[in-house]
């Protein structure tokens, strides 16, 4: 029996096998993963782990998956998905301690609801905390390094750490999470008090100015290019008038061009091939290389 079946035999109501990354994803796009697992609660989490040991299981971890292209071949090994799970929250005075299962949207929402302002910026961000502190999430006038004080995270091996937030080395949508193998479990935010009218109404503000300004209802992972300094991909890419270009089932969006959306069946192949094609053009109109800002994962 392989090191993956033993695994499967042990938490069998925690895993699917050979599961369609695309029902996994924002894109809709992705292969099978050899096996996926939403672990219901830390101790379970940790005990995976364990069984998976020393990497003879391969171990990759997401959060709600809109940030993530899966290429077609899949993902090998294990896709522990922690969304919806890990996502307890509590108040204290002007903090607020979150689990990284914890959807972005709700938690802003809970933070309204208590008086605390700060996490406005984040209310229209899909995805968890857990990929919001990787990515340095951000949006508006806002990111994640101006509100976190501190986050638990687990290695491999089980063991613990509490890191500062010098620690977490936090950049334009960078963090320590990136090529650390570390799983953020759960952050400390400090926020400020505030009227809860005016905090809600801000968030109703951003969300509508995202809903005029973003393709919302046709699948994406959101902005595929990180900014370039000085501008915005979204400019660049309308300037090279590549706003509609289409590869197969991928398009960039007629409404923001910094979106790639699936139209129709897109496969991952696509989406990487236009992602190229964006870049080539716009690098010979404009001179700058964009940089993707999305997670491109799996197997051919
Ligand atoms: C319509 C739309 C709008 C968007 N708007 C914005 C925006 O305004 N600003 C912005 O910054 N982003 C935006 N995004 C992108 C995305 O929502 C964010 O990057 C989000 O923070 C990703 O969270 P997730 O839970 O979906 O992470 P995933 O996509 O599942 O994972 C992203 C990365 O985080 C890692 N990760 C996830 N959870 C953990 C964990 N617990 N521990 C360690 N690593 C983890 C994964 O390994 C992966 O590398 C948008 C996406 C869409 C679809």
Redesign the pocket.
């Known amino acids: 029996m392989s090191s993956l079946a033993r695994l499967i035999a042990m938490f069998p109501h925690v895993m699917l096998r050979q599961e369609p990354m695309s029902r996994?994803?924002?894109?809709g796009i992705g292969g099978p993963a050899d096996a996926l697992c939403v672990p219901r609660d830390l101790a379970e989490l940790k005990a995976v782990l364990r069984a998976a040991g020393d990497g003879r299981v391969p171990i990759?971890?997401?959060?709600?998956?809109?940030?993530?292209l899966v290429r077609d071949g899949g993902i090998r090994g294990l896709v522990i998905?922690?969304?919806g799970t890990?996502d307890q929250v509590a108040v204290r005075g002007d903090n607020i301690i979150a689990g990284?299962?914890v959807?972005?949207s709700a938690l802003a929402r809970q933070a309204a609801e208590a008086g605390l302002m700060g996490l406005e910026?984040?209310a229209?961000?899909?995805?968890?905390?857990?990929?919001?502190?990787?990515?340095?999430?951000?949006?508006?006038d806002g990111?994640?390094k101006d509100v976190v004080n501190s986050m638990r995270?687990l290695a491999e091996d089980g063991t613990e750490r509490m890191l500062t937030l010098d620690e977490l080395a936090f950049g334009y949508?960078q963090s320590v999470?990136?090529g650390h193998r570390?799983?953020?479990?759960e952050a400390t935010l400090q926020l400020r008090p505030g009227p809860r009218e005016a905090i809600f109404a801000k968030i109703e503000e951003l969300n509508r100015r995202?809903r005029e300004k973003?393709?919302?209802a046709i699948?994406?992972?959101?902005?595929v290019f990180k900014r370039p300094p000085g501008n915005f991909a979204g400019t660049l890419i309308e300037q090279a008038k590549l706003k509609g270009c289409r590869i197969g089932g991928a398009e960039v969006s007629t409404l923001h061009a910094g979106?790639i959306v699936n139209v129709g069946a897109a496969t991952a192949r696509d989406v990487v091939a236009l992602i190229s094609h964006v870049q080539g053009v716009v690098q010979v109109k404009s001179g700058v290389l964009l940089e993707p800002?999305?997670?491109i994962?799996g197997e051919e």
């Open positions: 996994h994803t924002s894109f990759t971890i997401m959060g709600h998956g809109s940030n993530l998905k922690i969304s890990l990284a299962g959807h972005l910026f984040a229209g961000i899909p995805g968890t905390l857990g990929g919001a502190l990787y990515m340095n999430a951000g949006a508006y990111e994640m995270v949508r999470l990136q570390l799983i953020a479990l995202r973003q393709p919302l699948p994406s992972a959101g902005s979106f800002e999305i997670r994962i």
